[in-house]
């Protein structure tokens, strides 16, 4: 899909960015949990994207900073999510322009591994894959089947280890459990 602006985004965005998610998820939890996410010190402005279609607002994805116990304690890692496009955009190509942006730009910024909460089978066609794979935990409720990792340079997770979600990740999967 052409004329789709990638960029991070802007105080001035934010009452738009809660539309998206609002409409695109038809609750206000990923809303809320995008909020509270912005008040975590993980939070990185840069790595909270939004895509524009005719300069209106029409898909977000925010990247956050999370720890990793274990031999791998020293690897930067962040958490995807949530994302969304605005229904009436879904489906032309949004949603995987704007992963791929937030994957390079991650890469870039040094990263060395993504993971993802939900909606597994959209990730698993973007190369993310099954926590189990890595032997890896976490501290969420629910099952492994519901986190996939993508690792942006092979073998990083090779040690395991136990991934620590911050706390509105956490608020957000016991509401729903
Ligand atoms: C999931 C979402 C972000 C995808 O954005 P999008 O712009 O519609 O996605 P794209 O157009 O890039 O990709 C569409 C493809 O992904 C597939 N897809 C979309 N949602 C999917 C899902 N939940 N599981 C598996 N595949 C999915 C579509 O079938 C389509 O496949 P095709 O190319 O073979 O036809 C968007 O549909 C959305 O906002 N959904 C509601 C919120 C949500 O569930 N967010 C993800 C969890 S954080």
Do not use: W
Request: charge should be positive; aromatic fraction near 6%; charged fraction near 25%.
């Amino acid at each position: 899909m052409t004329h789709i602006r990638v960029r991070a985004e802007r105080p001035s965005d934010m009452q738009a960015i809660d539309v998206v998610n609002i409409s695109a998820f038809k609750s206000d939890a990923e809303a809320q949990l995008v909020s509270d996410l912005r008040n975590t010190p993980g939070y990185i402005p840069k790595l909270s994207l939004v895509a524009e279609y005719k300069n209106r607002l029409v898909g977000h994805v925010m990247l956050t900073r999370i720890d990793l116990l274990g031999e791998n304690k020293n690897l930067d890692m962040l958490v995807l999510g949530p994302m969304s496009v605005v229904p009436s955009q879904a489906y032309r190509g949004i949603g995987g322009i704007l992963l791929k942006r937030a994957i390079a730009k991650a890469d870039k910024m040094g990263f060395g591994v993504i993971a993802e909460v939900g909606q597994t089978d959209y990730y698993k066609r973007h190369g993310f894959k099954p926590l189990s794979d890595f032997g890896l935990t976490h501290n969420l409720k629910g099952g492994e089947g519901d986190i996939t990792v993508l690792e942006l340079r092979q073998g990083l997770l090779s040690g395991g280890g136990k991934l620590v979600f911050p706390e509105p990740f956490k608020r957000v999967c016991e509401n729903a459990a």
